[in-house]
T-cell receptor, first 115, second 113 residues
């Protein structure tokens, strides 16, 4: 299995621009998670989906952030407009339902720099 | 609210020596605990997890972790460290209500040759 795939791996953009991050979960996994990693806040959950439906978006910082999962093999995280404080590494993870002890498998991350 | 604490920002150990990376947790209910490792410019890799049962959990790359309920700890261990083990290690607890992992701040392990 190829694991969780994220693109792009690096993104540099200017403040005010729209940014779209992409994720392909492991085939057959029915949970998908978006996390953000920063020096100040560490790793924090932004949103997660179950069977393509958003379940908990309480970690999404503000309305500039949106996430979609149009099908079981693809999800996007969009920031519009982007701001320098959005600079971080964004991780996608997926898991297979087996209960609350599900192991989440992480992608390599997208390093976003907003100038 | 569930939380984990990793009291050491960095752990230094000589190659061949045993290593321990510490983690303590605070949960209401049963703890579901995880260890992940992050190499530079890479994602998090799953090492092991504790769900129930045996207090000593064995995982990938020769790592193991000891669950101690009375001390609310879940320390990561390895009998003999390798230089290639140098990385950032995260302890995490599953928030069963939100189905999300709450991570500790991470511990950087440096293994010297």
């Amino acid at each position: 299995d190829a694991g969780v795939i994220q693109s792009p791996r690096h993104e540099v953009t200017e403040m005010g621009q729209e940014v779209t991050l992409r994720c392909k979960p492991i085939s057959g996994h029915d949970y998908l998670f978006w996390y953000r990693q920063t020096m100040m806040r560490g790793l924090e959950l932004l949103i997660y989906f179950n069977n393509n439906v958003p379940i908990d978006d309480s970690g999404m910082p503000e309305d500039r952030f949106s996430a979609k999962m149009p099908n079981a093999s693809f999800s996007t995280l969009k920031i519009q407009p982007s701001e320098p404080r959005d600079s971080a590494v964004y991780f996608c993870a997926s898991s297979l339902t087996s209960g609350v002890s599900d192991t989440q498998y992480f992608g390599p991350g997208t390093r976003l720099t907003v100038l | 609210a569930q939380s984990v604490a990793q009291p050491e920002d960095q752990v230094n150990v000589a190659e061949g020596n045993p290593l321990t990376v510490k983690c303590t947790y605070s949960v209401s209910g049963n703890p579901y605990l995880f260890w992940y490792v992050q190499y530079p410019n890479r994602g998090l890799q799953f090492l092991l997890k504790y769900i129930t049962g045996d207090n000593l959990v064995k995982g990938s790359y020769g790592f193991e972790a000891e669950f101690n309920k009375s001390q609310t700890s879940f320390h990561l261990k390895k009998p003999s460290a390798l230089v290639s083990d140098s990385a950032l290690y995260f302890c995490a607890v599953m928030d069963t209500g939100r189905r999300a992992l709450t991570f500790g701040s991470g511990t950087r392990l440096q293994v010297q040759p």
